[in-house]
């Protein structure tokens, strides 16, 4: 049975909390190593699920993974790779959209790779279609299968020019480590340039990877014939620190984040500052706090990096509720974020969705049938209610509305959230919070 968490609102979180390396980076860092046959070492890895699926799925093809969970760090010994059972793959990935990120290494490694129906959180189309043309530019072969598909690449992979039609940070990721093992040079337009992005690089190069990148979202490979281990500490999580500072100011409390850093939430915070949040940048870490008396509506658009990043949208939208006037928000990364603000209507936030782009940006869902927009009309009294977790950052969203709402509330399906954020219930209980696990 799927555990409810109870959450008696209305308190203020207060206190100090810690994050660690990011989602986003950690387990693709943890896919890199599968480049070469020694022992590399990712420091500032967090406890979270997507580290133990990715964990198990490379065990299963033979790696020795070993985690030391209070020091935060990760060795990963490839060794000799073999391809798992595609059942077993496709039982563990069901949740998880990784595995198609071990294709290039694989293929490198060991000439074959199998990608599971792939799982993930439903807020939008994150088409496979754009990693699955990298890999046949590249010179690999697909073979439909009743569990996904078996990819093989019998000329050996060479690169080539790969331009991408969005700045997906999937299929960046996807050229990337296709392209540090492939023949010959690789130049990637319309890349994605996210700080996760930027670390993945880090990690690439001091592997041995020979990669440029221009400001123009433009990426250059040149192919080595062999990688090397690699010691890295991952860059922090910006969506954690973003999701907590948004609790923060919804609940009007005050949170000290150990491990925050400026460089990487430089956009979030001036939006946190516009909607009439305070924040004290520190040497450790960034302090957030609501100083008193009335937020202020804003308009937001999301955009790729350096725009306002769409997994801090959601969290905003929250404190945007408790802000005083109208505020507009228009989603351009993912067509169907919006979908969580069913929960906050019947919390009594006053939310209306459009399709049509009220935004400056150039969007993709402009003329499609996408409810992509969102008017705000605030401030309005959250009630309690009970919810069920649609998705991992629109579920901690939901979190935040009900720790912020008058009552208590039964959020189920809570366990999503361990998909991304560290030990939440023990932060919770370290910044105060009245819940209750109930399973």
Known sequence: MASVLEVRGGKPLTGEIFVRGAKNLVPKAMVAALLTEETST??????IRDVEVVSEL???????????????ELTITPGSLTLPDPIQVDALAGSSRIP????GPLLHRLGEAFVPDLGGCHIGDRPVDFHLKVLEDFGAVRTSTPH???ITAPKGLR?????LPFPSVGATEQTLLTAVMAKGFTELSNAAMEPEIMDLIAVLQKMGAIISVDMDRTIRVEGVDKLHAYRHTALPDRIEAGSWASAALATHGDIFIRGAAQKDMTTFLNYFRKIGGAFDVQDDGIRFWHPGGELQAAVLETDVHPGLMTDWQQPLVVALTQATGLSIVHETVYENRF????ALRGMGANIQVYRECLGGLRCRFGRQNFYHSAIIQGPTKLKAADIVVPDLRGGFSHLIAALAAEGTSHVAGIDII???YEHFMQKLSKLGADVTMQS
């Open 42 to 47: 990712l420091r500032g890895v967090p406890q």
């Open 100 to 103: 198609i990120l071990f294709c």
């Open 148 to 150: 996904g598909m078996h």
């Open 159 to 163: 690169g080539k020019p790969v331009r």
């Open 418 to 420: 361990n998909r991304g």
């Open 339 to 342: 979908g969580f603000t069913d």
């Open 58 to 72: 490379l065990q299963m093809h033979g790696v020795d993974v070993d985690y030391q969970q209070e020091e935060g």
